[in-house]
Structures are given as structure tokens and as C-alpha cells.
């Protein structure tokens, strides 16, 4: 053996549940475990990501048990100048081929049909690149299109604009928080920011890092699902719109710009439900901690959440799991809001719920569950008589 693997090999520790990594979320502020470690040169491919060869440099991602913001911090620290040498080089062509005008075609011409009736409007590319797509708007009838980007085009605009693009840039930030509400800056009091994203898929927990858009050497630090933009909507005072593109909109439009969102797809609003940190509830156990984050076991059948926080439109009720007590026992929950069913299913370790609103304030939230059983019962730990279901991390304080 090499002396210095061997050397490595022994020093790593026993192994440890409280040894892992975690980052927290910043987004949210909730704990963001190690989620996967792919080399820095894995690109956007299906097919062949490491085409190029493994450059041996590890790179960690972390996802957030509440709002499922998976991110590195890898690049936290670098200038712009870093970004310049290391990714946006004479070599990004190769690993993001539509970069040269592709793209920008493309969705120009899909912006088109979507702003039909909005060619008056004030525009502004942000996270521009060339500033294709900006002039390919104005080749296509919008009259008033701006662009700006932090490295090709630097000048910060001076104006406020109706409507804002912005495609294929936030998964390149490692400041999402900062990025939107930069963005934020530049719009009007009736206006819209127009967001083109690849979100996670349904099974990530299962493909984790093998995900293909997960991808450092494209520069993509950051990704989101799509209750992560629900969450970011309403924490910028926002509106988020599902579609294609995606839709942050202020809550009062410009006409054209509404009759245009509107054809666009459903207003969705998103929140996360977790353990009560009140002991007192006899429907959850004590608190306990597996080393690495606070959570309680349900106690009964029958968990409520009594003042839950739901807007008007589509709305998804996440509500995270660590453990179940036997396999299958989240699957066979089911999610009622103010005593009517939602349609429900599990997104990795989340029972997922969706439920359309008609009016917006507090709800009762009650999630039945099969009966809990006792590890005794099931003959795991022979001294547990507790009927246990689901380990649901604590809520904040």
C-alpha cells in the first residue's frame, strides 16, 4: 500500500453520526447537512460528466432540511477575478456549448409569446452574459431592453423596470438571498422578475451528486426546488408564480403584465411544519438529538398543527422526516387542511402536500399516520414500549 494512503487511512476517525458536516442554510437559517461530494470538473452532462477527466479536487454540496436550498460553499470566498480564471475561462464554451447564442435564441423567442401585449414595458436582462438575449428581444418588437451583468456588463442601470429576465443565472450565485434582492432593487412597484432555473427533481435524495445539473465546472454553486422559491418569494415580500419561466411578481401588477402572468401557471405558496418545541403536546415524545439535529417522535396518529400559515393559490405543506418507525410508514400519511384532504406524497425524506386556498391567514394542518407501533413491538429494542412514528426535527424556538 502507498505509505501515505495508509497514513490518511489510519488517522480517519471512528465512524460517527456527529463527524458529519453541516453547513447552515442561507436561505433560511436551518441546518443544511452534507448531501454529496462531486470533483470540481463534473459538468452539465447526462450522459458523460466527467468528459474531461477528474480534476481530484473534491467538491462538498450541502442541502437544508427545511427549505431544500442545496448549495457549496466551495466558492464563497472568491473574487470575481477567481470566477474569471477558474470557470468563465476560454474553456467554458466547452461545457455550456449554447452559451454562444443557442440559448439566447431560443428563449427569446419563448419570452415573446409569453410577454405577448407587454412590448411597451421596461426591460431588464440581469445576469446578461453577451447580451444576446437583450438584443434579441429588442430584434423581436420590445421596445425599452436593458441589460446587466456583474462581469461582461458591469454598469449598474439607474432606472426601475416592469419586467426583469433572468435566466440561468441564480444557480450561479453563492449569495441567493443577496442576488434577489439586488434583482429586487431594479423593479417597479407593478412589476415581475421572470426566472428561467432547472429545479431539482422529485428523487434527489436518491440521485443525490449523480444529478447532472449539479455541476461545479459550470459554475453552479447553487440549486433550488420549487418549494425553495416559494420560500424566497415571500421572504423577499414577493408573489411566485409556477411555470415556465418561473415568476417572482409584486403583489400588484401592471395590467398587460398581469393578463400575461396569469396565462402563465398558479400562484404557489409554500411552508414547512415541524415539531412543536413545547414538551407539554402528549401527541409527541421528548425531545431527543441523534448527534446531529434536535428532533421528537410522534406520539399519535392524529399530529396537529394548529395555526399554519397558507396564502391564497396552490399551496405546498412540507413537513420533514429523519425516521420512520418501519419503512413505508410516511407513504401511508395523509395531510387534511381545516378538515379537507390534500393530495399528498413523499418528496425524499418530506411528506409533501398540496392544497389550493381561497383565503389566506392560519389553518389547521393535521397529518394522520398509521397507527404507532413500539419497537418492542417490533422487536428492534426489546426495553422501548413508546408507540413511535415519525422523527420529525424541532421547529425554532
Same mark, same amino acid.
Given at each position: !500500500? ?9 488517522? @480517519? ?17 436551518? $441546518?443544511?447537512?452534507?448531501?454529496? *461530494?462531486? /470533483?470540481?470538473?463534473? !459538468? ?23 427549505? /431544500? ?41 419563448? !419570452?415573446?409569446? *409569453?410577454? +405577448?401585449?407587454?412590448? #411597451?414595458? &421596461? ?34 442601470? #439607474?432606472? @426601475?423596470? +416592469? ?10 450565485? =453563492? ?6 434582492? /439586488? ?46 422559491? =416559494? ?7 414577493? $408573489? ?37 418545541? %413545547? ?10 438529538? %441523534? ?32 425516521? $420512520? ?11 387534511? *387542511? ?20 381561497? $383565503?389566506?391567514?392560519? #389553518?389547521?394542518? !393535521? ?8 419497537? &418492542? ?21
Amino acid at each position: !500500500m502507498n505509505p501515505l494512503l495508509e497514513e490518511k487511512l489510519i488517522s @480517519l476517525p471512528k465512524l460517527k453520526r456527529e463527524n458529519a458536516a453541516s453547513r447552515t442554510c442561507k436561505i433560511c437559517g436551518r $441546518e443544511a447537512p452534507l448531501f454529496d *461530494v462531486v /470533483d470540481f470538473n463534473k !459538468m452539465c452532462s447526462e450522459d458523460n460528466p466527467l468528459q474531461f477527466g477528474a480534476a481530484g479536487i473534491p467538491v462538498a454540496y450541502y442541502r437544508c432540511v427545511n427549505c /431544500d436550498f442545496a448549495f457549496t460553499d466551495f466558492t464563497d470566498d472568491w473574487t470575481s477575478a477567481d470566477y474569471s480564471r477558474f470557470i468563465y475561462n476560454e474553456d467554458y464554451i466547452k461545457i455550456d456549448g449554447e452559451y454562444a447564442g443557442a440559448r439566447a435564441s431560443r428563449t427569446a423567442r419563448h !419570452m415573446q409569446s *409569453v410577454l +405577448d401585449g407587454c412590448q #411597451h414595458l &421596461k426591460i431588464l436582462d440581469y445576469g446578461s452574459g453577451s447580451g444576446q438575449f437583450a438584443a434579441q428581444l429588442q430584434r423581436l418588437g420590445f421596445v425599452h431592453v436593458s441589460n446587466y451583468d456583474p462581469f461582461s456588463s458591469p454598469e449598474r442601470p #439607474h432606472d @426601475l423596470f +416592469d419586467v426583469i429576465t433572468c435566466f440561468e443565472v441564480i444557480e450561479h450565485t =453563492s449569495d441567493p438571498i443577496g442576488t434577489l434582492a /439586488d434583482i429586487a432593487r431594479f423593479l417597479s412597484d407593478k412589476g415581475a422578475v421572470f426566472v428561467g432555473e432547472t429545479l431539482q427533481p422529485d428523487n434527489i435524495q436518491a440521485i443525490r451528486g449523480s444529478w447532472w445539473y449539479l455541476a461545479p465546472r459550470n459554475g453552479h454553486v447553487s440549486t433550488y426546488s420549487e418549494f425553495t422559491f =416559494s420560500y424566497l418569494a415571500s421572504k423577499l415580500g414577493l $408573489e411566485f408564480i409556477r411555470g415556465a419561466p418561473f415568476v417572482f411578481a409584486r403583489p400588484k401588477l401592471d395590467d398587460a403584465l398581469g393578463r400575461a402572468i396569469g396565462r402563465i401557471g398558479p400562484r404557489v405558496a409554500g411552508t414547512a411544519l415541524f415539531a412543536p418545541p %413545547d414538551s407539554r403536546d402528549p401527541r409527541w415524545h421528548e425531545t431527543e438529538n %441523534d448527534g446531529f439535529q434536535a428532533f421528537r417522535w410522534t406520539a399519535a396518529d392524529n399530529i396537529f398543527w394548529p395555526r399554519a400559515s397558507l396564502g391564497v393559490g396552490l399551496n405546498t405543506i412540507r413537513i420533514p422526516f429523519l425516521i $420512520e418507525v418501519v419503512e413505508g410508514f410516511a407513504r401511508n400519511c395523509r395531510v387534511f *387542511v381545516d378538515g379537507a384532504e390534500a393530495e399528498t406524497k413523499i418528496n425524499g425524506n418530506a411528506i409533501v402536500a398540496r392544497i389550493s386556498m381561497t $383565503e389566506p391567514g392560519r #389553518h389547521g394542518v !393535521m397529518l394522520r399516520t398509521p397507527p404507532p407501533v413500539s419497537p &418492542k413491538a417490533l422487536g428492534t429494542a426489546p426495553q422501548d414500549e413508546r408507540p413511535l412514528g415519525l422523527a420529525i426535527p424541532l421547529g425554532p424556538g
